[in-house]
């Protein structure tokens, strides 16, 4: 089994979690690919370099962490096991305390994955020409940037239409990130 290891270094816990995570892989015969950076500082388990060979992703950090990790996924369909590290946590399941038997429980297989919608989502000029493309397990937001000005946004789904707005700026979220912006709006 190998397990992809992603971390916000600007945690504390970061290099004892990473050591904790070494020596439990050792013992259950897994082998960890950490981030290149994670690597680098830490010299444990090998680098990453092709998310496609991963079983599995474990994060170490907070939510925007493990939105990165489900970035560098691609889409692919491998579970995610989040550790928070900071305060708030979400989508994180393990605080950093209960690692060590969360991993086992996780290499053994021992867990129930929850599916996430994710938004594979277009932003197009006036001609119609793609200018960007996003997979985004939380949300796209467009906007106008550092303009003063109202835009003319179409928004289809599928390639139909569903509705068009004068605005500076639109959010599509996922179940996932509407929870995030209810949360934040005092919901």
Excluded: C
């Excluded at 989040?82 to 305390?97: K, Q």
């Excluded at 001609?127 to 289809?156: I, Q, T």
Aim: proline share 3%.
């Amino acid at each position: 089994m190998r397990i992809g290891v992603v971390g916000h270094r600007g945690y504390g816990a970061i290099p004892g979690v990473l050591r904790t995570l070494s020596d439990l892989a050792a013992e259950l015969g897994v082998a960890l690919d950490l981030e290149p950076e994670l690597h680098e500082e830490t010299g444990l388990g090998a680098p990453m370099h092709d998310v496609g060979s991963l079983d599995a992703l474990l994060t170490l950090g907070g939510d925007g962490t493990l939105l990165r990790g489900a970035r560098l996924l691609d889409g692919q369909q491998v579970p995610i096991l989040g550790v928070n590290l900071g305060r708030l946590g979400f989508l994180t399941t393990l605080s950093a305390d209960e690692v060590e038997d969360g991993f086992r429980r996780f290499v053994r297989g021992d867990f129930r994955a929850e599916a996430r919608m994710a938004l594979d989502a277009a932003a197009f000029d006036a001609s119609g020409a793609e200018r960007r493309r996003w997979l985004a397990l939380n949300d796209v937001v467009l906007h106008k940037g550092g303009f003063a000005r109202v835009m003319r946004l179409s928004v289809a789904v599928n390639g139909e239409t569903i509705a068009a707005y004068a605005a500076d700026g639109i959010i599509l979220a996922t179940p996932t990130g509407s929870t995030a912006y209810s949360l934040s709006a005092g919901g």
